[in-house]
């Protein structure tokens, strides 16, 4: 089965960075859209970015254009998610979902059909 697997989390103080990685196995990840979500706690789960199949469209979310970029490595079966200039209220469990069939970019969660386990991210001083 397709599984999900995310990493790179952990604290970090205001203004500094993170890379995620979520490596995918099981499936044919060249023909899956990725995206990232994440939830806070006490709040639901909300669009981060998302990545086209090819690579060449990406789409983010308000709160973190400018600051986060989306990227992916076929060859690797990976996609990433780079986080520059950190703010406390990034703080959340982060989550990488796939989009089968060649997917296309969206923020909508029930476009995906496989999810990881989640990797906690913690911006605090």
């Known amino acids: 089965q397709v599984q999900l697997v995310e990493s790179g989390g952990g604290l970090v103080q205001p203004g500094g960075s993170l890379r995620l990685s979520c490596v995918v196995s099981?499936?044919?990840?060249?023909?899956?859209?990725m995206g990232w979500f994440r939830q806070a706690p006490g709040k639901e789960r909300t669009f981060v970015s998302s990545?086209?199949?090819?690579?060449?469209?990406?789409y983010y979310a308000d709160s973190v254009k400018g600051r986060f970029t989306i990227s992916r490595d076929n060859a690797k079966n990976t996609v990433y998610l780079q986080m520059d200039s950190l703010k406390p209220e990034d703080t959340a469990v982060y989550y990488c979902?796939?989009?089968?069939?060649?997917?296309?970019?969206?923020?909508?969660?029930?476009?995906?059909?496989?999810w990881g386990q989640g990797t906690q991210v913690t911006v605090s001083s």
């Open positions: 979902a796939a989009e089968r069939f060649w997917g296309v970019v969206t923020s909508n969660q029930a476009a995906f059909d496989y």
């Open positions: 099981g499936g044919t990840f060249r023909s899956y859209a």
């Open positions: 990545i086209s199949y090819s690579g060449n469209s990406t």
